[in-house]
């Protein structure tokens, strides 16, 4: 059952177009990620369904309600937690949890939100003096105080360190646990791959390609992926296009990509040019293409933070 | 209307931990008050103004007139009995000193009375006048006769009954907290958008209603304690009274505190971010502060500035505060002043609703 229901939604800011002519599903249950770079239109998308910003035309439902005009229905069912959006300093964790609770017709119990988050030893504490992995734990906390159907998720591991992201991801993974539906943004690849059931590839306003993770680099990848990590910066030359059987490559600082679908015989030729140029590597992998490649690929750009 | 009072909850909770919101907005007054009340109070000293009302002249009356007179901190005035009294009672005065009529016949009769009438509020002008009078009347008692005492020193307080200057002072200052705190709401207005707040708000159930209503009310329960711990204050260091019913007061102070909070609401929906809020609300409250009889009265204006003066939303609070509280005026004296501020407050309104911003 589709849970939320977009077709050919468009926006602009002046001359920007936002969004431009996007469809898709949300299936019940599955964790949906709208992956992208800056500026891609995720944001202004996520908000659009949540009811934070008007569209300029299209159809969005959720839940088979029209968020633009049953607004106040979609509110009591779905959880947010917004990108940037602060705290209110001075409360407390519970304070906090029990103020956006009291919104609500239905409502989750708090005491238990807390233990699932990880929050119980701070319930007494101010939000200002929170780190920045249990801030984005309040936030996600705080988005679900309503026992939601839908869950949005706008950047939730933007800023956190290593661990407390994939910290984040097993939170993330619990919710779904609940039979809840999860639309997130994330402009990392490893998380959109590693957590998503289903990927939409966002770029100037538009959706590239749709599909889970794996289906997208099978389709856009039959190659293997060479990399080879050089001692100095290597010219970034067609020249590694002039090898046989070498699908596609990128030259970028000391890293050279190759993509093929004869590894070993383009590896082989890769190092004997390499060794006529005198140029000496420190690292060569072989490996299964991953999303960052198939990002690579249909945007011709890496994301960089 | 549970949305509102956990809003409201939440709004109380937080101030009660920000140190700095309480101390500016409930100190600062107070600190105006004391320094202004010190000024006023270091006039007294240095200058005290006493008046003499001599209804018997004779050589004995002239000595102790001439002792009192020598020291150096009285300003003497002298003049009728009525007249000295009334300007007693003005705060004009600090203290008067009376010989009554049958002063003379009375010393012969070795019971003669020194009536001294002082303001509370100027307790040490009472008592150097009253140790200068024991110290002169000494010397006549001593030069005169054998029995004790013939000349004794009464002394009785009078309570001022019009408006003494720190009288004045306090409603102005009442009235300018109230502008303060009223303009300083937009800052916790952009804080709150600019965090990102409001948006957050704007995704839950929680209508934008819910939150002005609380927002306003909020204010109002700040703005009403920090009226009443002014006006205990001047109460307990200066002994201003309120001569005025307390609850017409209270209505003017909440009509101010609304009218300013609306013309806060202009200020959060200009300003773009916090930065600015400040300097913005200095714009507008500056002038009113100088130019409303804040410290001055607006007669001492001059004349090409009144126009401005007029329509000065400050200058009507304050006429109405000092009407109550120093003058006790009724509702109907005050009318002029409530419609002005009632103007005020919807056009305010209407502009904030049209220019407010939640994103």
């Known amino acids: 059952m589709s849970v939320i229901k977009v077709q050919d939604l468009h926006k602009h800011y002046g001359d920007l177009q936002a969004v431009d002519g996007i469809s898709f599903d949300v299936n019940e249950g599955e964790i949906f990620g709208l992956l992208g770079p800056n500026g891609a239109g995720k944001t202004t998308t996520i908000e659009i369904i949540e009811g934070l910003r ?59 939100l807390m233990h699932d988050m990880n929050l119980t030893e701070k319930a007494k504490t101010l939000t200002k003096e929170l780190s920045g992995g249990q801030k984005q734990r309040l936030a996600i906390a705080l988005a679900l105080v309503n026992d939601p159907l839908v869950v949005f998720l706008d950047e939730p591991t933007t800023g956190l360190d290593p661990q407390a992201r994939r910290s984040l991801w097993e939170v993330i993974r619990s919710i779904q646990k609940q039979k809840k539906t999860v639309l997130l943004t994330t402009h990392y690849m490893e998380e959109a791959e590693v957590l998503c059931d289903r990927i939409a590839i966002m770029d100037h306003g538009k959706i590239l390609a749709m599909d889970t993770p794996q289906n997208l680099i099978n389709t856009y990848f039959k190659e293997k992926t060479i990399e080879i990590e050089f001692t100095e910066q290597i010219p970034q ?69 | ?57 004779s050589p004995v009356t002239q000595q102790i007139s001439d002792s009192v007179a020598k020291i150096p901190v009285f300003e003497i005035k002298s003049g ?87 009288d004045w002072l306090v409603a102005g200052i009442l009235g300018m907290s109230i502008m303060q705190l009223g303009l300083f709401s937009s800052a916790a207005l952009v804080t709150l958008r600019e965090k990102k707040i409001l948006r957050r708000f704007a995704v839950t159930p929680v209508s934008r209603i819910h939150i002005v209503i609380a927002q306003v009310l909020f204010r109002l329960c700040f ?102 509280i120093n003058n006790n005026q009724s509702l109907y004296a005050i009318r002029m002043d409530i419609t002005v501020m009632a103007i005020w407050l919807v056009v305010s309104l209407v502009v904030a609703v049209r220019l407010f911003k939640w994103e």
């Open chain 1, 237 to 305: 030359l067609d020249w590694c296009k002039q090898i046989p059987k070498v699908e596609s490559c990128h030259a970028d600082g000391q890293l050279l990509t190759l993509y093929t679908t004869h590894s070993q015989t383009v590896l082989s030729k890769t190092l004997e040019l390499a060794a006529a140029e005198k140029w000496t590597f420190k690292d060569v992998r072989i490996r299964s293409a991953t999303l960052e490649d198939v990002f690579l690929k249909l945007t011709g750009s890496r994301i960089r933070e």
């Open chain 2, 223 to 324: 703005g009403l304690t920090q009226s009443t711990v002014l006006l205990i204050t001047g109460r307990l260091v200066y002994h201003v009274q309120i001569d005025g019913n307390i609850l017409l007061m209270y209505g003017v102070i909440i009509l101010g505190l609304m009218m300013f909070l609306a013309m806060g609401y202009i200020i959060a929906s200009l300003a773009k971010n916090e930065e600015v809020v400040e300097p913005l609300v200095q714009v507008f409250s500056m002038p009113m502060m100088f130019l409303s009889g804040v410290f001055f009265p607006i007669d001492l204006m001059p004349k090409f500035i009144q126009p401005v003066i007029k329509i000065l939303p400050l200058s009507y609070l304050n006429n109405a505060l000092r009407a109550v």
């Open chain 2, 80 to 166: 009728t009995q009525a007249d000295l009294e009334d300007q007693l009672k003005n705060g004009k005065l600090s203290a008067v000193i009376i010989f009554g009529q049958t002063f003379s016949q009375d010393l012969a009769k070795q019971k003669a009375e020194i009536i001294i009438k002082y303001d509370p509020g100027s307790q040490t002008t009472a008592q150097i006048a009253i140790s200068a009078l024991h110290a002169a009347t000494e010397q006549i008692n001593q030069g005169i006769t054998q029995v004790k005492q013939p000349v004794t020193v009464v002394s009785t307080s009078v309570q001022a009954q019009k408006t003494r200057q720190i």
């Open chain 2, 1 to 57: 209307m549970n949305k509102t009072l956990k809003l409201l909850q939440a709004n109380l909770l937080e101030l009660t931990r920000n140190r700095a919101a309480i101390f500016w907005t409930i100190m600062f007054p107070i600190m105006f008050i004391l320094i202004f009340g010190l000024i006023y109070t270091n006039n007294d000293t240095s200058k005290l103004k006493v008046g003499l009302v001599v209804n018997d002249p």
């Open chain 1, 54 to 112: 008007p569209k300029d035309n299209g159809v969005v439902e959720l839940l088979n309600l029209d968020v633009a005009k049953k607004l106040q229905d979609v509110k009591e069912t779905i959880g947010v937690q917004l990108q940037a959006s602060s705290m209110i300093d001075l409360l407390t964790v519970r304070e906090i949890l029990n103020l956006f609770s009291s919104f609500y017709k239905h409502r989750a119990d708090i005491n238990k």
